[in-house]
């Protein structure tokens, strides 16, 4: 069974910085993208970040392009989300998923997210 762990979210003053991390288990951590997404009160989910099987290839929204950076460790399962100079607008509740091709998330079941609220 595929688990979706994350965590790393709270309450920052914007232009501070958070780390998010998803700790991902029950797949094969490095066959498979994965993406961040994040969903605001009365939005859909959208996709944040996106990051290919093995880490060299990376995609950012234009929205929080230069601020926010992902990565994985395939060693760890883990994938990362450093969120740098945050706005008011970037609060949302986080979550990963595996993607595919298309960037369409795949597993059904979600994590419970993390939740970022950045106060101006």
């Known amino acids: 069974q595929v688990q979706l762990v994350e965590s790393g979210g709270g309450l920052v003053q914007a232009g501070g910085s958070l780390r998010l991390s998803c700790v991902a288990s029950?797949?094969?951590?490095?066959?498979?993208?994965m993406g961040w997404f994040r969903q605001a009160p009365g939005k859909e989910r959208e996709l944040v970040a996106r990051?290919?099987?093995?880490?060299?290839?990376?995609y950012t929204r234009d929205s929080v392009k230069g601020g926010f950076t992902i990565s994985k460790d395939n060693a760890k399962n883990t994938m990362y989300l450093q969120m740098n100079s945050l706005r008011p607008e970037d609060t949302a509740v986080y979550y990963c998923?595996?993607?595919?091709?298309?960037?369409?998330?795949?597993?059904?079941?979600w994590g419970q997210g993390t939740q970022v609220t950045v106060s101006s």
């Open positions: 998923n595996y993607v595919d091709r298309w960037d369409t998330p795949i597993i059904t079941a």
């Open positions: 990051i290919n099987r093995s880490g060299d290839t990376t």
């Open positions: 029950g797949r094969t951590f490095s066959a498979y993208s």
